[in-house]
């Protein structure tokens, strides 16, 4: 039976083992980028293309080292949904405070983007895989609200006042509309023309 060191007494720095820190920042940089290709190979392919071995393969890894990671497809992308949520999140807060209408346009940018897509794809498997859709209802339920609260902070949205609340949902879910209208044909122009319009509105509602 081995030594053991009292609870008060600190184990030399020389004798900490020196790759023990470097490990561990290896694995989060490797678990990092599986999740973060998942979430590309999801936007790009699908859930029917995105295998555990394209994903480690894109991501410069062994399936194996994949595998340790995440022992089932199942279980990579129930973690690619919190990271798809944990970054759009993240990209909501990053907003800068700024005029109504830019703000409009940033929060439309963040439903048009690759997040959105890996989201949607997420969505569609959700619906035929049961293993995912409890996750994806959850986590979905947590960021629209997170995303509903920022907005009406970005917005300076006073919700004590009647109709604003339904006003701010109705923003974001004309932004989620205009993100699938995307997804399909570049929609560019006309977004643009729909934005500037929900902005007027938003500023004749909001005062």
Sequence with gaps: MGA????????????????????????????????????????EHGWAGSTVSVVAERAG?????????????????????EYVAEERSAALRALPVQGRAEVVAALVDLYTGPLFRAALQLWVAASNEPQLRPRVTELEARVGRETHRIAVELLAADETRPGVRETVQGLLDMARGLGLANVLTDDTARRRRVVAQWAALLERELG
Aim: net charge positive; proline share 10%.
């Design 4 to 43: 053991v060191t009292p609870p008060n007494e600190r184990v030399p720095h020389d004798r900490v083992p020196a790759d023990r820190s470097p490990k561990q920042d290896r694995s989060r940089a490797t678990r990092k980028r599986l999740l973060e290709a998942a979430v590309a190979c999801l936007a």
């Design 61 to 81: 890894v062994s399936r194996g080292a994949a595998q340790h990671h995440f022992p089932t497809r199942e279980d990579l992308f129930t973690a690619a949904v």
